[in-house]
């Protein structure tokens, strides 16, 4: 058969377009190739070349040991102590994600973790710092260290490791000042002195733990590794190592011997309380505690649910800190407000003399002395020797519609901040303007009346203050009218003990005091500790040091009778305050007197000590 001189041509044309099409296509693809290669080695180089380094790298954060918190004279309250961390390195499970799960549900029994709890903390660990082993456990004891060296081979990515946590050398001392140390939280990571921080990070979480936590806190070091392509460090591969710089050691205004006594005198009564030494002129805090206490301790590890619930759960409230938290009524010890308000306002004078009945009514109510004792003629001296309610009513009566009253109580620091650098309330100081509101409002069942200031005038009513005010007002007449502001922090100090900075917060505000009127209810509160028929005279008779206290009996609803005792000493130029209360205490000389008068003898140990070798040599 032959071919037709026309149909060759064609077909070569044919042949021509599908080569020219091809030889198109490859050309555009070549093209695309190129520019491809181009933009990877030209353009983004220098990104990928950058990834390809990190990958062959990993930076670990090293963190700092915080630094110490020592008392006034220099003893350690609170340091650290290494402890051994159980850390995964997540790199290293099996590829197959079967094996990755069988491995890790071996690591979660080692651990005492469930399978939820396990990746849970492997989740967070990475989203920290991904790459950096995730710490499980801490505190782990030394036999899981032994087996995990001897089963090497079935836990490639277990590894035990050092870090620090914080040492409380003296157990429960201190605690509720101190305050613990704990993982940084999401609303914290908002706040600026945290936005630094990462997820994990350790912070203080109460007390002088996390006021000053930016001294004690340090910076983190930081170390750099090469790895291979399994994540594995290369035998040298250390890159780069930049040590961690300790925290600064915050030194507090505590005295030890103050503190220990104040504890133990708490600790002997068994009931709820607290108290707080302070000195009058500048605010620094001898000594502060509340019973019952805690052991910091049990924050640095693992809590057992019963651990938490007797923390946590425990009626008694344990964690509260009753001496700048408590809110109480303070029975005659108020006596001393209502007295510098009586004088300062001209209502009464130091001569002015009322005749003691045991009793008097307004309206339909009576109003009484403790067990209804007629103490007959008494002027403010003899009164507050005697804690003399009828007195006081009759004082408090004088300023129910005026303010008057309020007004004195709250130039003193009652219900409102003390500015302490430890977390405290305001409490509440009741006044004509508050129950109306709510009486305006629906709340309460009636208005403001003259029962209510007759009330106040003897601490009780509505009143809700704590040992932390009472000492603030106290302390604002021993010095003439300053008030101070109460404080911990003594200052810093570097690794070599030189002091970095000192703290001497400025008083709150001055509150104009007659002198006449600061001497007559000083020598009235001398009386009612050192003279005969005082009302804590049985206490502090013989009490060599000459001091001026005050008894209260507070009335709490539901409660047994509280008892509270606020001492000056020396008398009469005073250095310090101390306030001490016992929830279901009864008579303030029953229970806080005795207390206050073990933390006084603690504060003038050495003078005690001198008078004692006079009197034995003479």
């Known amino acids: 058969m032959y071919l037709r001189s026309g149909d060759r041509p064609q077909a070569s044309s044919r042949l021509a377009l599908r080569i020219a099409v091809v030889g198109g296509v490859a050309v555009a693809l070549f093209a695309v190739l190129f520019f491809r290669l181009w933009n990877l080695q030209v353009l983004s180089g220098p990104d990928y070349l950058a990834e390809a380094k990190n990958n062959r790298t990993r930076s670990f954060k090293v963190i700092a040991p915080r630094g110490d918190i020592v008392a006034r004279n220099g003893e350690t309250i609170v340091d650290n102590r290494t402890s051994l961390a159980l850390q995964l390195n997540t790199a290293r499970l099996p590829a197959d994600p079967a094996e990755a799960n069988a491995e890790l549900r071996r690591v979660g029994q080692l651990a005492h973790m469930s399978p939820r709890k396990l990746r849970r903390t492997i989740r967070e660990g990475e989203e920290v710092a991904a790459g950096a082993p995730v710490t499980l456990r801490k505190d782990v004891g030394y036999d899981l260290v032994y087996y995990l060296e001897e089963n090497k081979r079935d836990f490639p990515g277990l590894a035990v490791q050092r870090v620090f946590l914080r040492r409380y050398p003296h157990g429960t001392f201190g605690a509720h000042f101190v305050g613990s140390v704990g993982e940084v939280t999401e609303e914290q990571l908002k706040e600026r002195p945290y936005k630094q921080l990462e997820p994990g990070d350790e912070v203080g979480q109460g007390g002088v733990e996390a006021t000053y936590d930016r001294y004690l806190r340090g910076q983190p070091g930081l170390t750099r590794i090469q790895v291979n392509a399994l994540g594995q460090p290369t035998p040298g591969g250390q890159l780069y190592s930049k040590p961690p710089t300790p925290g600064e050691s915050l030194k507090l205004t505590v005295d030890p011997a103050v503190q220990e006594a104040g504890e133990a005198a708490l600790s002997e009564r068994g009931l709820p309380g607290a108290f707080i030494t302070m000195n009058v002129d500048n605010g620094e805090i001898l000594g502060l505690g509340s019973s019952p206490t805690f052991d910091p301790s049990e924050f640095t590890r693992p809590m057992t649910q019963a651990q938490v619930d007797q923390l946590y759960r425990n009626p008694s409230a344990p964690l509260n800190d009753r001496a700048t938290e408590g809110l109480y009524p303070t029975g005659s010890t108020f006596k ?199 009302t804590s005279y049985p206490i502090f008779s013989s009490f060599p040091i000459e001091v001026a206290g005050k008894t209260g009996t507070a009335e709490r609803v539901g409660h047994a009778n509280q008892s509270w005792y606020i001492v000056l000493a020396p008398y009469p130029n005073p250095r310090i305050v101390t306030a001490v209360t016992v929830e279901e205490g009864g008579f303030g000389a029953e229970s806080a007197a005795p207390a206050a008068k073990t933390i006084l003898e603690a504060y003038f140990h050495k003078a005690l000590q001198e008078e004692s070798s006079k009197s034995s040599t003479g």
């Open 336 to 534: 001393l407000i209502t007295a510098l308000a009586g004088l300062e306002e001209g209502l009464v004078t130091p001569s002015s003399t009322i005749d003691d009945t045991g009793s008097i009514t307004v309206g339909e109510q009576k109003f009484e002395n403790s067990e209804g004792v007629a103490n007959g003629p008494v002027d403010l001296v003899s009164a507050l020797r005697v804690s003399s309610d009828v007195y006081f009513y009759l004082l408090g009566l004088k300023m129910w519609d005026n303010n008057k009253l309020q007004n004195w109580a709250h130039a003193l620091g009652i219900g409102r901040p003390t500015g302490i650098d430890i977390p405290g309330v305001e409490g509440l100081l009741p006044s004509k303007a508050w129950r109306n509101q709510l009486y305006k409002a629906g709340e309460t069942e009636r208005p403001w009346s003259a029962g209510d200031d007759i009330q106040l005038a003897t601490g009780q009513g509505d009143l809700q203050t704590n040992p932390l005010q009472m000492a603030v007002a106290y302390a604002t007449l021993a010095n003439g009218g300053t008030v101070p502001t109460p404080h911990l922090g003594l200052g810093v100090e570097d690794a070599a003990g030189r002091v970095l900075e000192e703290f001497e917060p400025k008083p709150r505000r001055h509150v104009r005091i007659d002198p006449e009127s600061r001497q007559v209810i000083l020598e009235g509160l001398h009386e009612a500790a050192q003279a005969p028929g005082g």
